[in-house]
Nanobody, 127 residues
Framework: QVHPVESGGGLVQPGGSLKLSCTTS????????IGWFRQAPGKEREWVSC????????YYGDSVKGRFTVSRDNAKNTVYLEMNNMKAEDAAVYYC????????????????????WGQGTRVTVSS
């Protein structure tokens, strides 16, 4: 069982930056595709980004492209989501999700494709 744990959420001003982390204990994440999702109050869960097992394959949703950067440090068993130039509409609970794969060339953009989910970390964007 993989139990992802997110951290790094908090309050940030518009235009500011925040870096989220996703890690787990006891299980290596380097055999898992990691997806980042977010859900704002009253809205559906939105796919933000995904990163393949080697970190080569990574993709972004249109709303964050050019502002967010996903990366992973497999030696630290951690995946990051660096968020820059943040906007009010980025405020949400951010979740990381994991899916085991033996392929290094896949990435998933749908919530239903992931097997393990973290509890989320809240990001607030406000001046």
């Amino acid at each position: 069982q993989v139990h992802p744990v997110e951290s790094g959420g908090g309050l940030v001003q518009p235009g500011g930056s925040l870096k989220l982390s996703c890690t787990t204990s006891g299980v290596r994440l380097d055999s898992h595709v990691i997806g980042w999702f977010r859900q704002a109050p009253g809205k559906e869960r939105e796919w933000v980004s995904c990163i393949g097992t080697t970190g080569v394959f990574l993709y972004y949703g249109d709303s964050v492209k050019g502002r967010f950067t996903v990366s992973r440090d497999n030696a630290k068993n951690t995946v990051y989501l660096e968020m820059n130039n943040m906007k009010a509409e980025d405020a949400a609970v951010y979740y990381c999700a994991a899916k085991y794969t033996q392929s290094g060339i896949v990435c998933y953009g749908k919530a239903a494709e992931y097997d393990y989910w973290g509890q989320g970390t809240r990001v607030t964007v406000s001046s």
